[in-house]
């Protein structure tokens, strides 16, 4: 399960990340500025795809009495 950003809203990430850390990214030069940017947004994206596919594995635990009973939803 594969999510990927438009491209017009991914730039708009890039923009925001590069707002967003402008003080600490300020010694770089700008095409490595554009390159952080990129990765912040792909972590980000990779970051969304792993916590929806653990929540989609979710397991919920039962415990009623004497016994446990495990789910995956």
Do not use: H, W, Y
């Not at 390159?35 to 990779?46: C, K, P, Q, Y």
């Amino acid at each position: 399960m594969k999510q990927s950003f438009v491209s017009k809203n991914r730039k708009e990430l890039e923009n925001k990340m590069a707002k967003v850390f402008e003080n600490d990214m300020k010694s770089l030069p700008v095409e490595l500025r554009k390159i952080m940017a990129n990765d912040l947004v792909s972590a980000f994206e990779s970051r969304l795809c792993v916590l929806t596919r653990a929540q989609l594995n979710l397991k919920f635990v039962m415990i009623t009495e004497g016994e446990v009973k495990v789910e995956t939803v």
